[in-house]
């Protein structure tokens, strides 16, 4: 499985509104993660609860799975509770025509940045997390559950990578459109 950039910018055409993208961006990605990450969790769990004893590493693949999860989660929260409330505010001003306030734009930049951050440090933590899951003996053992797990593992960051990828694409050309009014 691979990743093809162009074909996640592709999905949404340039002169798309910021209301259009985050909706997709919502309803794309957000309500996925929320289910898919629960059941990855829960299929983690079933591993370790059957293979503890054989495979001891187990638990930290978990606890790091985990981690994830939370961060991930809070992650999502954090764009649709302050984030994208903001970009959606500086489309009203660009729509009715009002410069927006300096203030305002800061506000969304500095969030629009930490939100990439956090983007690039999941990749990070998901490699460590990734590392760990691979370099356990399971592996060499040919444990069937844990070769569906990697499958569905990769398919998450595989559309997570889309997710990141479409986030920092479109939404920083529209916050950079955005920044023109304010001269």
């Known amino acids: 499985m691979h990743f093809d950039l162009q074909k996640a910018i592709d999905k949404i055409p340039n002169n798309t509104s910021f209301k259009s993208v985050i909706d997709y961006i919502i309803e ?17 769990d079933d591993l370790v609860k059957y293979y503890w004893n054989k495979y001891p590493e187990l638990f930290q693949i978990k606890e790091l799975f985990k981690q994830f999860e939370i961060l991930f989660i809070s992650h999502i929260n954090r764009e649709e509770s302050i984030l ?15 410069k927006i306030p300096v203030q305002e734009f800061l506000e969304v930049e500095i969030n629009m940045k930490k939100q990439n951050i956090e983007h690039e440090e999941f ?6 997390f990734l590392g760990l899951l691979l370099n356990s003996k399971m592996e060499s053992e040919w444990v069937e559950e844990f070769f569906d797990l990697i499958f569905k593992l990769e398919e998450f ?3 997570w990578i889309e997710h990141s990828k479409i986030e920092s694409f479109h ?10 009014s304010l001269i």
């Open 171 to 180: 939404l920083d050309i529209l916050v950079m459109n955005a920044k023109w």
């Open 84 to 98: 994208f409330p903001q970009i959606l505010a500086l489309e009203k001003y660009l729509k009715s025509w009002e």
């Open 28 to 44: 794309k990605f957000h309500i996925s993660a929320r289910k898919v990450l629960p059941e990855l969790e829960e299929e983690l």
């Open 123 to 128: 990749e990070i933590y998901w490699a460590n």
């Open 157 to 159: 960051r595989i559309v």
